[in-house]
């Protein structure tokens, strides 16, 4: 079955990057989009970005264009999601999640990535 | 950006009992509409989507219907697991939006 597994949390200070990965399994990697979705505490889900882990492409979210980065190897079946110039408001749970093959929903979700921005 | 907006915030139903979650769109979404649910510590769950297709494995309490603006949830008879925060995400449009969520208690 498809499986979604996300690197552990993470603390940093404002201003710092910090790189989360998503690496996949169950699944042709490169046949699938992975989006990266975050959600600060209390708060609605925010989605940030999306790569096509086949061609490479990408695209974000406004709020946070120039500010992250979405990257994959296909090698290692793995996505990443790279957020930099943190700060305190960037303190939240961030989650990969592949595009399902039918449509553009979410169909598999990581187990979530909290990070913590904190001086 | 389509904001999108569920009501109510909070649904107290008993279980055996019939939930309606409802959630609205700001502009047409046509049929791309998604569903997802949410427990305490856990990621979202795909329950519903294309606005009615249920997921794989999902249960056939839970349905789906809408499309355009308005949606709703139904979930026809509750059971214990199925208390959780509900959320719609449109993905019609980019950025993809979500609503605020419904909290699903029990009465």
């Known amino acids: 079955q498809v499986q979604l597994v996300q690197s552990g949390a993470e603390v940093k200070k404002p201003g710092a990057s910090v790189k989360v990965s998503c690496t996949a399994s169950g699944y042709t990697f490169t046949n699938s989009a992975m989006h990266w979705v975050r959600q600060a505490p209390g708060q609605r889900l925010e989605w940030m970005g999306w790569i096509n882990a086949g061609i490479g492409n990408t695209r974000y979210s406004q709020k946070f264009q120039g500010r992250v980065t979405i990257t994959r190897d296909t090698s290692a079946s793995t996505a990443y999601m790279e957020l930099s110039s943190l700060r305190s408001e960037d303190t939240a749970m961030y989650y990969c999640?592949?595009?399902?093959?039918?449509?553009?929903?979410?169909?598999?979700w990581g187990q979530g990535t909290l990070v913590t921005v904190s001086s | 950006e389509i904001v999108m907006t569920q009501s109510p915030a909070t649904l107290s139903v008993s279980p055996g009992e019939r939930a309606t979650l409802s959630c609205r769109a700001s502009?047409?979404?046509?049929?791309?509409l998604a569903w997802y649910q949410q427990k305490p510590g856990q990621a979202p769950r795909l329950l519903i989507y294309?606005?009615?297709t249920r997921a794989t494995g999902l249960p056939a309490r839970f349905s789906g219907s809408g499309s355009g603006t308005e949606f709703t949830l139904t979930i026809s008879s509750l059971q214990s697991e199925d208390f959780a925060v509900y959320y719609c995400q449109q993905y019609n449009n980019w950025p993809y939006t979500f609503g605020q969520g419904t909290k699903l208690e029990i009465k």
């Open positions: 999640a592949r595009e399902s093959p039918a449509g553009a929903d979410f169909d598999s």
């Open positions: 294309g606005a009615s």
């Open positions: 502009q047409s979404v046509s049929s791309n």
